[in-house]
């Protein structure tokens, strides 16, 4: 993949470059891996029912839906430390495996400057310490519910963060940042319908080409756009 060189002019807008994280960074699916660490294969496998396969397969309200019940019933209970924990370990082992040609559009918006933040349905937990290895400026992504003793309660403390839920997470992070979009220059990626808002709204949309199916195979791994 060719990038322009990296730089900008001082006159121009500030640049801000949101990237889906599943498919887009990494190769693959990453929520259901992490749930499947922390319950077990056996315990998911009971847990989930039907609910994985909509999980994994489904589309629009029904994968939201089952997000919400998978999520109960993994989580409710858990000390929150705890997954916080095994999310910073996970997130260790994600960062080998992401995909070249993603973090090298990464690397080229850090040299030009732009700040760089993840919008992602997948979950906070683990992608904040990602985030900081990879020195990002904010993570916009699942977020659970804490209870007073320090549990969760299995719920998000908001929507699912996708389709046109992107848009309102990013423009919420941009507020915080004292921007809007009016005032910026919008790059944006991401490879499924889920990201198709967050695409519109961006000034230059690039839409990721597919992940290698296996380790070490780059073959049809491209950025578009």
Not at 116 to 130: C, D, F, H, Q
Not at 159 to 165: I, L
Request: proline fraction near 5%; charged fraction near 25%.
């Amino acid at each position: 993949m060719s990038l322009p060189s990296a730089g900008t002019d001082p006159a121009d807008r500030p640049g801000v470059a949101a990237f889906d994280f599943d498919g887009t960074l990494s190769v693959r699916d990453t929520l259901v891996p992490f749930l499947v660490g922390l319950a077990g294969r056996r315990a998911m496998a009971s847990l989930l029912g039907g609910s994985g396969a909509e999980l994994v397969r489904g589309r629009g309200r029904s994968r939201d839906a089952a997000k919400t019940i998978v999520l109960r019933r993994v989580m409710t209970g858990r000390p929150a430390v705890d997954v916080a924990a095994a999310g910073t370990r996970y997130a260790a082992r994600l960062l080998p495996g992401l995909r070249p040609d993603g973090l090298e559009r990464v690397r080229w918006h850090q040299q030009r400057g732009d700040r760089v933040v993840l919008v992602s349905a997948s979950l906070g937990v683990y992608l904040r310490p990602l985030a900081d290895e990879l020195g990002l400026d904010g993570v916009e992504a699942v977020e659970l519910v804490v209870d007073a003793d320090g549990l969760l309660t299995g719920a998000m403390t908001g929507p699912n963060c996708r389709g046109p839920e992107k848009v309102v997470r990013l423009d919420g992070w941009l507020a915080g940042a004292g921007l809007d979009r009016s005032s910026i220059e919008l790059w944006a990626y991401g490879d499924s319908t889920g990201d198709d808002e967050l695409l519109a709204a961006a000034d230059h949309a690039h839409r990721c080409g597919r992940p290698p199916r296996k380790s070490g195979d780059r073959r049809g791994v491209r950025i578009t756009g």
